[in-house]
């Protein structure tokens, strides 16, 4: 054979292995997208900052807990508070969440300039994260207000 020939046949090797590993690599990922469980809520944060006096409020929930903390800048006044949750309180908090709304909702300006306090949301799913900043006005904005209130009936009243 020629060595012509024989370089053809190498190269045509060679692009039908990149064409098999390409083809192969697409279909995997293919499965694993199909084949993946439904996007879940894996933790959500939500904040109050800002105010004359550095007011800060920050919750932070995960599947098995509550952080909360607050406290003044000002006055250099703080308190922690943490508690285990179980997968049925979890199951109650995330409820009020429409996952498939969350890409929906908008968020408003800041007023911490004008000595106001921000509100913050933060909720991670299996595949994405959401940030809203003061999102009242937005028509979504309900799932929000639902879970504070049953967040308030969780949290202690002594340090709300």
Same mark, same amino acid.
């Given at each position: 054979?020629?060595?012509?020939?024989? +370089?053809?046949?190498?190269?045509?090797? *060679?692009?039908?292995?990149?064409?098999?590993?390409?083809?192969?690599?697409?279909? +995997? *990922?293919?499965?694993?997208?199909?084949?993946?469980?439904?996007?879940?809520?894996?933790?959500?944060?939500?904040? =109050?900052?800002?105010?004359?006096?550095?007011? =800060?409020?920050?919750?932070?929930? /995960?599947?098995?807990?509550? %952080?909360?903390?607050?406290?003044?800048?000002?006055?250099?006044? %703080?308190?922690?508070?943490?508690?285990?949750? /179980?997968?049925? #309180?979890?199951?109650?908090?995330?409820?009020?969440?429409?996952?498939?709304?969350?890409?929906?909702?908008?968020?408003?300006?800041? &007023?911490?300039? &004008?000595?106001?306090?921000?509100?913050?949301?933060?909720?991670? /799913? #299996?595949?994405?994260? %959401?940030?809203?900043?003061?999102? =009242? +006005?937005?028509? %979504? =904005?309900?799932?929000?207000? +639902?879970?504070?209130?049953?967040?308030? /009936?969780?949290?202690?009243?002594?340090?709300?």
């Amino acid at each position: 054979m020629s060595a012509i020939k024989i +370089n053809s046949l190498k190269m045509l090797f *060679s692009i039908f292995l990149l064409l098999t590993l390409f083809s192969c690599n697409k279909e +995997n *990922s293919d499965k694993k997208l199909s084949s993946g469980k439904p996007e879940e809520i894996t933790f959500i944060g939500l904040s =109050y900052v800002g105010g004359e006096q550095g007011n =800060y409020r920050i919750i932070k929930i /995960t599947k098995d807990s509550i %952080h909360l903390e607050t406290g003044t800048n000002e006055v250099k006044k %703080h308190k922690s508070w943490k508690k285990s949750i /179980t997968p049925e #309180t979890w199951k109650k908090l995330t409820s009020w969440f429409k996952i498939k709304d969350l890409s929906l909702i908008e968020s408003s300006p800041s &007023i911490q300039s &004008i000595d106001g306090i921000d509100e913050s949301f933060q909720i991670k /799913t #299996t595949k994405k994260s %959401h940030v809203f900043v003061n999102a =009242y +006005n937005d028509v %979504h =904005y309900k799932q929000f207000e +639902n879970f504070k209130n049953q967040l308030n /009936t969780i949290l202690p009243q002594e340090i709300q």
